[in-house]
Each structure stands twice: as C-alpha cells, then as structure tokens.
C-alpha cells in the first residue's frame, strides 16, 4: 500500500512558477513509476507527465520545455516544476504510483495503482 500526499499548490498570475511535491509512503517507492495528472474544471482528470523508476520522463506536449518532473528515492518524493505557467494549466493536480510490474498505458489512468488527493493551481491572467 503506497500513500500520496500533494502539496504546493496556489494561486499565480500568468508567466509565474508553482513547484508541486508529492510525498509517498511505504519502503518501495523506488520500484514506483510517479505520474502526475490534472483534471481541470468540467474535464477529465488527464495525464501530465510521468517519471518512471528508471529515471525516463514523458510529457505532454503542452508542457514540454515549461515543466519538469523529478525524484528523490532517499526522501520518497516525486516533484513538478511548472514554469511560464498558463490560465489554461489551471486544474486539480494529482499525482499517481505505478507498480513495476503494472500493465497499462502509462498516460492512462487505470496504469496507475495508487492517487493523492491533489492540490489546487489557479494561474490567474
């Protein structure tokens, strides 16, 4: 059984910085692949960005070169930079673990095995 627990979020005017953490529980965290998603207001929770337990990191192209996911195993934490930020990145973020052996599309979200409870970004105009 894995725990999330997001934090970082807030409110910031458009072009500004928020870095979101998301702290696990459990001694494996290592063995996880981390996603993290967001679900905007009257959408679909959507995938962002994954790092897996091998270090590879995919983004969506919306975000690419503006945001970067990151890791700490000794601290069992998963991180995401978000720079330039956009009114239309405004949305619930969530971060996701992925067991290693998971089957599943990694920007799908039946891929991944355990969800925070999210924290919220508002990019304001």
């Known amino acids: 059984q894995v725990q999330l627990v997001e934090s970082g979020g807030g409110l910031v005017q458009a072009g500004g910085s928020l870095n979101l953490s998301c702290a696990a529980s459990?001694?494996?965290?290592?063995?996880?692949?981390m996603g993290w998603f967001r679900q905007a207001p009257g959408k679909e929770r959507a995938f962002v960005a994954i790092?897996?337990?091998?270090?590879?990191?995919y983004y969506i192209d919306s975000v690419k070169g503006r945001f970067t996911i990151s890791r700490d195993n000794a601290k069992n934490a998963v991180y995401l930079e978000m720079n330039s930020l956009k009114p239309e990145d405004t949305a619930v973020y969530y971060c996701?673990?992925?067991?290693?052996?998971?089957?599943?599309?990694?920007?799908?979200?039946?891929?991944?095995?355990?969800w925070g409870q999210g924290t919220q970004v508002t990019v304001s105009s």
């Open positions: 996701a673990a992925r067991g290693r052996d998971k089957i599943g599309i990694l920007t799908t979200i039946p891929a991944y095995d355990y």
């Open positions: 459990g001694r494996t965290f290592s063995s996880y692949s």
């Open positions: 790092i897996t337990w091998s270090g590879f990191t």
